[in-house]
């Protein structure tokens, strides 16, 4: 328009302040109707709720299409976010997706073979320590889109 420099200093001025307002850990839950959530959903419930309960400041999330990621990100969880995909085009997706650090990995056959990949990977980041415990969400069976319904606790 006119004023293109008016313009962008506004657009500058509501990033920044959306940047600096505190994000609630667990948002959203509150809105969800008794019955109606989703199994994506109860999970991202439950991460909300094992994180604070346990001080874990990792959750690994296994995804074939990014829409759990997605779920738990919207939740606000309050840990970081490490989504492990095989799937180039869910990999750049993911990217965009606030609080996830997406990586594009190697094909697993198993949890046990996604979960090494996830400890190394975050061993060598720094996202953990030797030790630490993590919380880690996936389907099963493995390795099929749209069966999230795992949460467990795991031990880098």
């Known amino acids: ?82 989504v492990l995909t095989d799937q180039p085009r869910t990999y750049r997706q993911l990217a965009l997706v606030w609080g996830v650090v997406p990586f594009l990995v190697a094909p697993a056959e198993t949890y046990q073979d996604m979960l090494t990949i996830a400890r190394g990977l975050l061993l060598r980041h720094g996202f953990a320590e030797a030790g630490e415990r993590i919380l880690v969400t996936a389907g099963v069976p493995f390795n099929i889109p749209g069966t999230t319904n795992l949460l467990k606790v795991e031990t880098v």
Do not use: C, W, Y
């Open 1 to 82: 328009g006119r004023h293109p420099v008016l313009a962008a200093e506004a657009m500058r001025r509501i990033t920044s302040a959306a940047e600096q307002a505190e994000v609630t850990r667990g948002q959203g839950l509150d809105r969800v109707a008794p019955g109606s959530a989703t199994t994506e959903e109860t999970i991202a419930a439950a991460v909300v709720t094992a994180a604070r309960m346990m001080g874990a400041q990792s959750l690994v999330v296994f995804t074939k299409s990014g829409f759990s990621a997605r779920v738990m990100a919207a939740r606000r969880p309050g840990v970081r976010i490490m």
